[in-house]
Each structure stands twice: as C-alpha cells, then as structure tokens.
C-alpha cells in the first residue's frame, strides 16, 4: 500500500505575513538525546547494554518498528536544524535545514529527504511564505503551534505523514563536532564564499556584516565552527550557491558525523557520550518522549546503514533526479523575493517522485 495523495489547498495567494523576532528557548524536554546527528537528522542516543551512559545510536537505525508510529511500513521524521542565535540582532528562530528521515519497517532502509528553504507554500493557515518562516509565524501567532503547522506544510508537499519532529539549532550542532573531535569530509568542489555573514553584526555596516569562507577540494578535517560554515554557505562560487549545492554538502557531513559517531573511539569513550548528553539534555525541541525513546534501539540490529538514499528537491536536476522546482522570473507575488515552486503549480509530482523512492525503487 502506498500513502494516499495529499492535495494542497487552492485558495488564492495572500500577502505574507513578516517574520517577527522570536526569543523563545527550546523546551526542556528530559529525554535521552545525546548525538550529534539529530542536528542534520540522523543521531539519537540509546543502547540497552550501557547502563549508566549512552552510546549515539542513529535515530534511523533505533526506531522501534513494532511501537512506534507508522504508516503503510514507514515513520517518517522531520528533522529541523534551526538558525536561532545566542547573540547579535538576529532572534527569529528559521528552520535553515528541513530534511524527513523515512524508515521502512520491512526494507529497513532509509530515505532521507532535503527540501529547499525557499519553497514557496500555501500554510494550514492560509497564508504563503517560505517554508522556512512557517515555524516562526506559527509560534509567533500561537506558541507551541509551529511544529504541528510546519509537519502539516510539509505532508502537503511531500505527500506523506510527518509522524515525529526534531529541532535542534546550529550552536549545538557546533559544540557536538567539537565534543566528538572534528569530522573528516571529503569537500567535492573547491568554492570561495565572500559574503558569509559574521554573527551579531546583522546591524553592522555593510562591509562589516560579512567574512570570506574558502573550502579547497579534497579531505579535510573540520571542527565545528569550520563544520557549521561548510554546510551553511549560500553565496559560494563554483556552483556552491545552490540550495541543492548546500544540501548535497549537509548529507556528506551527516555521513561524517555518522562515521565519527559509530567509531569504537566515540563509542567506548564515556566522557564524551556524557557530554553530548549534557549538550542536547532539555535543549531539544521534539515530540519523542522518554517512553518513545526507550523503544528505539530495538531496530539497530536490523537497520542496514548502507541503505540509505539520499534525495533533493531542486531547480536544476533532471525531473527524475529531483528538479521538479523552478524560480519564477516574475517576482510579483512574492514580494520580490527569490522562491521556487513547483513546475506543475501543484505537488502531485513531487507525492510520484518521492513514493517511487519509498516504495518503488527497492
């Protein structure tokens, strides 16, 4: 059985709201989150056999198909990884990355799904905006709103149910690369990024808002801060500038982090096990309560890594590798500013696209 189409609502386009600052702290939830995957998407934390500390177990590789959440053999996660800032002028909380793990209970595979942070969508709401703003205006609206708006956004683009969320921000990300001893990255395009912006001078002077970022091609040891910037460069030359570009750099360093994070070297290492749950304890905002998380390891015996599948939605890949988006040349309706939306003006090949990935390409 396949998921059923989703169609998305066909009121007429209304102006977008503006995004608001947001302060509001993640909730502390006491859960066993204490990896460094769930900042991209891919780490949880739970293995029966430690006792009194934690080894990092992918949450796609810990899922507990038999208790959790699922639809037609699949749990689908959205995985956030928020821009919110600890200091400077910039407090909107936007989800930078917005990536769906889809786990398959008789496959045991993964799909892992990039969308765009500039898809231009219809809310439950009824109003449009960037994807990426939808968390914010729904929490600015009516707090504790902007998970359940924003899987609801995302089931009518995908065409799939959103059966949990994560939403970690970039600082932790930062300090968990740094805690797990950097990461090696193989960077496939040499790219030089004049203009990544310095945090906390968003009020600067213009000359002063930006630093230069080089990456040369080839494998590179990376600690957080160089991490954090390889995967959230947009104005890279050499065809780093992309959305599809930054998201093909976010899947090489979630495989990274993964490699690092299942090493013997992490894994026997109590002080840093320890510290990455210090790290993400109460600082992660998702709906995977304790009782949910005990279940989880029951699948990193079957789960097969090696079968993951990486897809991104775009504007320059062939249709069947994802380029089912374009950027209109006639920026009226959108206040001027660059979006991509979908070629057909609806999504039903998007649901096609990636129900083939979920069901069909096996």
Known sequence: MKYADLNIKGSQIQSAEQNNEHTKKPKGRIVLVASI?????????????????????????SVSAAELKQTDGRTNILLLGSDKRNKGAVTSVLTDTILVASIGKVDNDVVLISIPRDLWVQSPNGYHEKINAIYTLAENYDEGAGPKELRETIEDVLGIPIHY???????????AVNILGGITVEVENSF??????????ENAPEYERYETIHFSSGVQNMD????????RSRKGDNNEGTDFARSKRQQKVIAAIKEKAFSM?????????KNLYDAYSGNVDTDIDFSTIQTFYLLSK?????KVISIVLDDRSEANEGGLLYAPEDRTLYGDRYVLVPQTGDYSQIHAFVQRYLFDNK
């Not at 957080?224 to 910037?229: F, H, P, S, V």
């Open 37 to 61: 995957l769930i900042i991209l998407g891919l780490i949880y934390v739970f293995r029966n056999h430690l006792k009194n500390s934690f080894d990092p177990v992918s949450i796609v590789a």
């Open 165 to 175: 969320h994560a939403l970690i921000t970039f600082d932790l990300f930062e300090e």
């Open 192 to 201: 030089t990024d004049y203009f990544y912006p310095i945090e906390g001078k």
């Open 224 to 231: 957080g801060n160089t991490a954090l910037k390889f995967v």
């Open 265 to 273: 070297q992490t894994i026997l290492s109590i002080d840093k096990i």
């Open 302 to 306: 079957q789960i097969d890594l090696n």
